[in-house]
């Protein structure tokens, strides 16, 4: 044991020193984009007029996207506590987030989620493979952007897109679908 004990004396800390902390944003910085997410949140509230519920699906991403998606459900967006909510099923959903290039297996399962989710409907795809297919694009395998499979009202490009992206990508959708006139 001494013997062990000579030796790590005599060798010393071998270990790389720590990092140095990262810089932290500035509170102007923090502040605007917090005035952003307030500004977004109140835009759906006033148009909607009560909460939003939205239904994600995952139609065969990376889960890049859905990273970013969890994201706005922490204290920093609080979805929740500003009429914001996602839903388990799609008879509850007035949104569709739909992620990835559509695969041929997954494409039966959208349109049945898109005829679950009661009128008025709106579907946002998500990230560049929703919006365009992607680096996957159509074949065998993949139907390619959402578009192709259900009516889509708004995209989200990105890959993954932040959070506030996603907001106002949701809030451009909602917009778009207020100032449309009524079906007749």
């Known amino acids: ?88 099923s799609p008879r509850h959903a007035d949104l569709l987030l739909v992620t990835g290039p559509v695969s041929r297996h997954m494409a039966e399962a959208l349109r049945r989620t898109y005829d679950a989710t009661p009128e008025p409907k709106l579907v946002v795809a998500v990230g560049d493979c929703g919006c365009t297919g992607g680096i996957f694009g159509e074949s065998y395998a993949s139907c390619g952007r959402v578009a192709n499979v259900i009516p889509v009202d708004a995209t989200v490009p990105g890959c993954p897109p932040s959070p506030l992206d996603l907001l106002r990508g949701i809030l451009g959708a909602v917009r778009q679908r207020h100032h449309k006139p009524p079906a007749r």
Not at 27 to 34: C, G, L, M, Q, Y
Not at 49 to 65: E, F, K, M, P, Y
Not at 74 to 82: A, H
């Open 1 to 88: 044991m001494w013997h062990l004990l000579r030796q790590i004396a005599r060798t010393g800390i071998v270990t790389e020193p720590a990092p140095e902390p990262a810089p932290q944003p500035t509170p102007a910085v923090a502040d605007a984009d917090t005035a952003a997410v307030q500004r977004i949140h109140q835009d759906l509230l006033h148009i909607l007029g009560q909460a939003l519920s939205i239904r994600q699906v995952d139609a065969g991403s990376c889960n890049g996207c859905e990273l970013e998606i969890h994201a706005l459900n922490n204290p920093y967006y609080n979805l929740e506590g500003l009429g914001i909510r996602f839903v388990a």
